[in-house]
Each structure stands twice: as structure tokens, then as C-alpha cells.
């Protein structure tokens, strides 16, 4: 049975305040070098990170990009409503998923980089004009809050390559060495800045997996 992503993204992540807003459970198995397990999910062995040519940097700018691929492919095309549309009252709408695991990168990226988040640098959180913090990425949110995220496409995927950029402007520089520094020490163990980043790529990956799968379904309906 094909089930709908339920409201909301759940977290029993360390509890914190805005500030220390948690991130996903899954980090809590992360292992304390990142280079090793960004290796595991390569195949290449730690140290071999030039692979007919790719470094570590190419590698999380290919990552990064299939993300983008993923998001362009959920969004494009569709009408305001669509992405607004939700399979049952508490399932998640394409456009709450996007713009979650938007607000995830941006959010993760610019604290590991030291700097601040495109959804306030820019101006995104006013021209967004949801009724919520700006600080809110979506996790513990509920449906009604769901239901205030409403958004043109162009809108939605302006802001979402906006982070791209920043995003790949910061990992372009990153070096296999640069993946162990631990960036998040309430964990146990910490949580590496590799770990971090694989984390943020399977998070969004996932979201847009599943922002993909209702709009299949919507065009299935549509016939």
C-alpha cells in the first residue's frame, strides 16, 4: 500500500531551542570520521578520494545536483494549487516538502559554513510571508501549518537555487581533510561535518522522493 507522507517532518532528535533546532535521528549513528563514512557510501577506500578524477569536492557537487534535478523534476509544470494539493487532509503538500528540505540545506549548510541563511540574507522569509518564525524549517510542524505554506513555483524554485548556490560555493572549497571537523557535539559521538552534509543530501533526497510520488499521484487523478 502506497501511503502519503504524513504531516509535518517528525524528529526525536536532542531538544533545543531555536538556536539548536534539531537535526535527523539518523545522525546520531554517525561515526566521528566523515571521511570514512563518505567512503563506505562511495566504495572508495579513506585516503583514495581521486577517483578518475573526482575529489571530494566533485563528489558532493554531484550530490548537491542530483538534488536540484530532483526538486526542478517535482515542481516544474505545475499550477500554484497542485503543489498546494494534499492526498488526504494530513498528508504533506509538494510544496510544504520542497520548501522543507529547502529550508534544511540552507539551514545546515549555513551553519557548518559559518554564515547566514539565504531565507533572511536574501529577503526570502518576506517575500514567502508565512505565518510562522523565520527560523521554522519544518520540523514538528503541524497540519495547519502544512496547509500555510502556499507558493507560486517560481517562487518556491528561485528560492531553492539561491541555496543551491550557496551551497556549492561552500562545498567547491572543502578538501577530505575539512570532513572530520566535528560540527555538532551533541551527539554521542559528535557529528562530523561529512556526516553532516551525506545527512543533508539523504534528507532532501528523501523529501523529494516523496514530493515526487504525490505528484504522480495527482496525475494519475488528472488522467
Same mark, same amino acid.
Given at each position: /500500500?502506497?501511503?502519503?507522507?504524513?504531516?509535518?517532518?517528525?524528529?526525536?532528535?536532542?531538544?533545543?531551542?531555536?538556536?539548536?533546532?534539531?537535526?535527523?535521528?539518523?545522525? %546520531?549513528?554517525?561515526?566521528?570520521?566523515?571521511?570514512? $563514512?563518505?567512503? +563506505?557510501?562511495?566504495?572508495?577506500?579513506?585516503?583514495?578520494?581521486?577517483?578518475?578524477? /573526482?575529489?571530494?569536492?566533485?563528489?558532493?557537487?554531484?550530490?548537491?545536483? $542530483?538534488?536540484?534535478?530532483?526538486?526542478?523534476?517535482?515542481?516544474?509544470?505545475?499550477?500554484?494549487?497542485? +503543489?498546494?494539493?494534499?492526498?488526504?487532509? %494530513?498528508?504533506?503538500?509538494?510544496?510544504?516538502?520542497?520548501?522543507?528540505?529547502?529550508?534544511?540545506?540552507?539551514?545546515?549548510?549555513?551553519?557548518?559554513?559559518?554564515? %547566514?541563511?539565504?531565507?533572511?540574507?536574501?529577503?526570502?522569509?518576506? $517575500?514567502?510571508?508565512?505565518?510562522?518564525?523565520?527560523?521554522?524549517?519544518?520540523?514538528?510542524?503541524?497540519?495547519? &501549518?502544512?496547509?500555510?505554506?502556499?507558493?507560486?513555483?517560481?517562487?518556491?524554485?528561485?528560492?531553492?537555487?539561491?541555496?543551491?548556490?550557496?551551497?556549492? %560555493?561552500?562545498? !567547491?572549497?572543502?578538501?577530505?581533510?575539512?570532513?572530520? !571537523?566535528?560540527? &555538532?557535539? !551533541?551527539? &554521542?559521538?559528535?557529528?562530523?561535518?561529512?556526516?553532516?552534509?551525506?545527512?543533508?543530501? &539523504?534528507?532532501?533526497?528523501?523529501?523529494?522522493?516523496?514530493?515526487?510520488?504525490?505528484?504522480?499521484?495527482?496525475?494519475?487523478?488528472?488522467?
Amino acid at each position: /500500500m502506497l501511503v502519503a507522507p504524513l504531516s509535518g517532518a517528525r524528529s526525536s532528535s536532542p531538544a533545543g531551542d531555536a538556536a539548536t533546532r534539531p537535526f535527523p535521528l539518523r545522525e %546520531e549513528a554517525a561515526t566521528r570520521s566523515g571521511v570514512r $563514512r563518505i567512503a +563506505l557510501i562511495t566504495g572508495m577506500a579513506a585516503g583514495g578520494w581521486q577517483a578518475d578524477g /573526482m575529489d571530494i569536492a566533485d563528489l558532493l557537487v554531484d550530490a548537491f545536483g $542530483r538534488v536540484r534535478e530532483a526538486v526542478h523534476g517535482a515542481v516544474a509544470g505545475l499550477t500554484e494549487e497542485q +503543489l498546494a494539493a494534499r492526498l488526504d487532509p %494530513e498528508a504533506n503538500s509538494i510544496a510544504w516538502l520542497v520548501w522543507h528540505l529547502t529550508r534544511v540545506q540552507d539551514d545546515h549548510v549555513a551553519a557548518v559554513a559559518g554564515i %547566514e541563511q539565504v531565507y533572511t540574507a536574501k529577503g526570502w522569509a518576506k $517575500r514567502f510571508d508565512f505565518p510562522f518564525d523565520d527560523a521554522a524549517i519544518g520540523y514538528g510542524q503541524s497540519s495547519a &501549518d502544512v496547509a500555510a505554506v502556499r507558493a507560486d513555483p517560481a517562487l518556491l524554485l528561485d528560492y531553492y537555487e539561491d541555496v543551491h548556490r550557496q551551497t556549492l %560555493e561552500y562545498v !567547491r572549497g572543502l578538501t577530505a581533510a575539512d570532513l572530520d !571537523r566535528v560540527v &555538532d557535539e !551533541r551527539w &554521542d559521538p559528535p557529528v562530523t561535518l561529512g556526516v553532516r552534509l551525506v545527512s543533508v543530501v &539523504d534528507d532532501d533526497l528523501e523529501h523529494a522522493g516523496q514530493a515526487a510520488f504525490v505528484r504522480g499521484v495527482l496525475e494519475r487523478r488528472r488522467g
